[in-house]
């Protein structure tokens, strides 16, 4: 059986959590018109290796490239939410309210959004092994049935069991650090969208 993921805490880079509800009606609602608006560009994959397909990207902020792996000598971004501001007014104010609660001590890397339909797999990988890294995925859709699939699975170290399958319920938020090795499961034939979701990657600001 999975391990079942923690409630919100204080400090959720430390381990899996997943927030319920974290937008009210209005808020949700605009979030995912803007995301299912055009703009979309395919060709983006999980990682630069073998296997991994192609999907449907956003780009909103941040530094866009494979950060698997920490470059020696290379400072971290030292944030992108100015970026966002001017970009995506909407998802700025997202994130200012992310910056109070749940990523509070974080600092905004990069913002972006992914969709997956029907034919499309994310790919196991990580998104940084930089210390304090974290990952923060939204599912902004008004409704998901469990026939549509598309879940996110976190592995454990040796990616040779599940820590946690993340069913991707509506008004829902996943953070889980950065080293963690996951994968978007794709959607069924029976899902009549496209599975979107929205990331934000972040980095705990130091002491």
């Not at 055009?38 to 909103?60: D, L, N, P, T, V």
């Not at 509070?104 to 304090?132: F, I, M, W």
């Amino acid at each position: 059986m999975a391990t079942q993921p923690k409630q919100a805490d204080t400090r959720p880079w430390q381990g899996i959590t997943v927030v319920e509800n974290l937008l009210n009606a209005h808020e949700q609602q605009a979030i995912y018109r803007f995301l299912s608006s055009g703009g979309w560009g395919y060709g983006w994959r999980s990682h630069s290796g073998e296997g991994a397909q192609s999907f449907w990207h956003k780009h909103f902020a941040g530094a866009i490239g494979d950060t698997v792996e920490p470059q020696e000598g290379k400072k971290p971004n030292i944030g992108c939410e100015a970026e966002l501001a001017s970009k995506a007014p909407l998802l700025h104010v997202f994130w200012q309210q992310l910056s109070q609660t749940a990523l509070k001590g974080h600092v905004l890397q990069r913002c972006y959004a992914n969709g997956l339909p029907y034919g499309n797999d994310g790919a196991t990988h990580t998104d940084s092994l930089e210390p304090g890294a974290c990952t923060a995925v939204y599912y902004p859709h008004e409704k998901w049935d469990p026939d549509w699939g598309g879940e996110t699975i976190l592995f454990n170290q040796e990616k040779d069991d599940i820590l946690a399958a993340i069913y991707p319920k509506p008004n829902r938020l996943l953070l889980f650090p950065g080293f963690v090795h996951h994968v978007a499961r794709g959607v069924s034939r029976v899902c009549p969208t496209i599975r979107i979701t929205l990331m934000f990657k972040t980095r705990v600001k130091p002491e």
